[in-house]
């Protein structure tokens, strides 16, 4: 049976504004080199063959379902990060083709009125999704735009991480 393996992707996007400046070309992302201490990806404990950080190993099978969902430090309150393009470098024979799907999730929303029964919000959201294929490593970038709170584009970057598929 196929399992979902949930990537949750952090990104620092206020250290990485200020030091690597604006960018307004989404064909020409600024590169993050030393991404460790800006990039963070984690899975469930179950799932994950390494420490948390800006590189992940995973414990997948073929046919198991990969999903990247991404955040800022300040869970997009300050700053928003959105991926917008996935490019495979080497073992992209390993995954499928990862593509970006959309989907109406209802989230919950605190209420102040009544603490322990919160209202309920339709919104939109969306992750990036691909099926493992065979164990190995794969190497990819992926870029992102980060928006500030009012939605205005603040840049456009990527990262070169890499994930191991181990069993």
Do not use: H
């Given at each position: 049976?196929?399992?979902f393996i949930?990537?949750?992707?952090a990104?620092d996007?206020?250290t990485?504004?200020?030091?690597?400046?604006?960018?307004?070309d989404?064909?020409?992302?600024?590169?993050?080199?030393?991404s460790?201490n800006l990039?963070y990806?984690t899975?469930?404990?179950?799932?994950?063959?390494?420490?948390p950080?800006s590189?992940?190993?995973?414990?997948a099978?073929?046919?198991?379902?990969?999903r990247w969902?991404?955040t800022?430090?300040?869970l997009?309150?300050?700053y928003?990060s959105v991926?917008?393009?996935f490019?495979?470098?080497?073992?992209?024979?390993l995954?499928?083709?990862?593509?970006p799907?959309?989907?109406?999730?209802?989230?919950?929303?605190p209420?102040s009125?009544?603490?322990?029964n919160?209202t309920?919000?339709?919104?939109s959201?969306?992750?990036?999704e691909?099926?493992?294929?065979d164990?190995?490593?794969?190497t990819?970038?992926?870029?992102?735009?980060?928006?500030?709170h009012?939605?205005?584009?603040q840049?456009?970057y990527?990262?070169d991480p890499?994930?191991?598929?181990?069993?």
């Open positions: 049976m196929s399992e949930n990537v949750l992707i990104i996007a206020e990485i504004i200020g030091k690597f400046g604006k960018n307004a989404p064909d020409e992302p600024t590169s993050i080199p030393d460790s990039i990806m899975t469930r404990q179950n799932q994950l063959g390494s420490s950080g590189e992940l190993t995973v414990n099978s073929p046919m198991d379902i990969i969902r991404e800022t430090l300040s997009n309150s300050e928003t991926l917008y393009r490019n495979a470098l080497s073992g992209q024979d995954i499928s083709a990862p593509v799907r959309s989907v109406a999730l209802n989230e919950p929303v209420n009125n009544d603490p322990l919160p309920i919000q339709k919104v959201s969306y992750y990036w691909c099926e493992v294929l164990t190995g490593t794969v990819y970038n992926f870029s992102f735009m980060i928006l500030d009012r939605g205005e584009k840049g456009y990527y990262w890499y994930i191991n598929i181990q069993p």
